[in-house]
């Protein structure tokens, strides 16, 4: 109860008292339509052409074919199968989808997500995709965000990024703490992608400087509106496949 007042302060707050009495009658009568007609609660979008059962049932559009381009361009461009993929930042699971989706059945991948809803889609999102068996999924912040949602509840557990497992490939959207996610981290993924938040404090030089001391060299930097995208490669790396 006290996570549903807390979203219905913000959105009060920000958006005024007609958003939130629509957002209460969309509620009750999803539920009202779910519990009597048997009627999803939600309906299928489709991201990218990956389907993920997150849409209202009253939403209008549902093909989205330019979601997380940077992302989504990182794990088709050096995701291999067989790989170990590290996704911090699960969200409603479109890039932990397609990267479950190169890895193929002998490979792996780890996603980290924050917000308890959304990786519930997520795994929702898998086993229509037919690719749960490869993804484990983690209710967890790595390290502490300096943005956290009011849609975090109390239970989500903060891992240190020194605990993530060995992969090949690791990306990074964490709202904030991507900084000390790089500096904390033990393990030495070939390949790392991270979007950067300068708006939450994040320097982007910071990040080049803590990724260079780490010795991996910088294959890309670009900017899309206030967000940073850099995909960085280990040095004297060769491409091989994980066994």
């Known amino acids: 109860m006290h996570l549903y007042l807390k979203r219905a302060r913000k959105i009060l707050q920000s958006q005024g008292l007609s958003s939130l009495l629509r957002t209460i009658f969309l509620k009750l009568s999803t539920t009202f339509?779910?519990?009597?007609?048997?009627?999803?609660?939600?309906?299928?979008?489709v991201y990218n052409g990956i389907p993920i059962p997150n849409l209202h049932i009253t939403a209008?559009?549902?093909?989205?074919?330019?979601?997380?381009?940077?992302?989504?361009?990182?794990?088709?461009?050096?995701?291999?199968?067989?790989?170990?993929v590290i996704i911090i930042g699960t969200n409603v699971g479109m890039s932990t989808i397609k990267a479950a989706k190169k890895t193929k059945?002998?490979?792996?991948?780890?996603?980290?997500?924050?917000?308890?809803?959304?990786?519930?889609?997520?795994?929702?999102?898998?086993?229509?995709?037919?690719?749960?068996?490869?993804?484990?999924?983690?209710?967890?912040?790595?390290?502490k965000n300096v943005y956290i949602p009011e849609d975090i509840d109390e239970s989500v557990n903060v891992l240190p990024?020194?605990?993530?497992?060995?992969?090949?490939?690791?990306?990074?959207?964490?709202?904030?703490a991507e900084l000390e996610v790089l500096k904390n981290i033990t393990i030495?993924?070939?390949?790392?992608?991270?979007?950067?938040?300068?708006?939450?404090?994040?320097?982007?030089?910071?990040?080049?400087?803590?990724?260079?001391?780490?010795?991996?060299?910088?294959?890309?930097?670009?900017?899309?509106?206030?967000?940073?995208?850099?995909?960085?490669?280990?040095?004297n790396k060769t491409n091989k496949k994980n066994n």
């Open 161 to 176: 990024a020194s605990k993530l497992p060995d992969c090949r490939v690791m990306t990074i959207d964490c709202e904030g």
């Open 188 to 235: 030495k993924p070939e390949i790392i992608y991270t979007e950067i938040h300068p708006h939450l404090g994040v320097n982007i030089e910071e990040i080049k400087t803590t990724l260079q001391n780490k010795n991996y060299d910088i294959v890309s930097c670009t900017q899309e509106e206030s967000l940073f995208h850099i995909v960085a490669k280990l040095k």
């Open 60 to 84: 209008t559009q549902d093909v989205f074919n330019n979601m997380e381009p940077h992302e989504c361009n990182v794990i088709e461009t050096y995701i291999k199968e067989g790989d170990t």
């Open 33 to 45: 339509l779910h519990t009597f007609f048997n009627i999803p609660k939600r309906k299928i979008g």
């Open 105 to 143: 059945k002998s490979g792996k991948v780890f996603s980290y997500e924050a917000v308890k809803f959304k990786l519930d889609i997520a795994k929702d999102a898998a086993q229509i995709n037919n690719v749960e068996k490869q993804i484990e999924f983690i209710h967890a912040i790595i390290e």
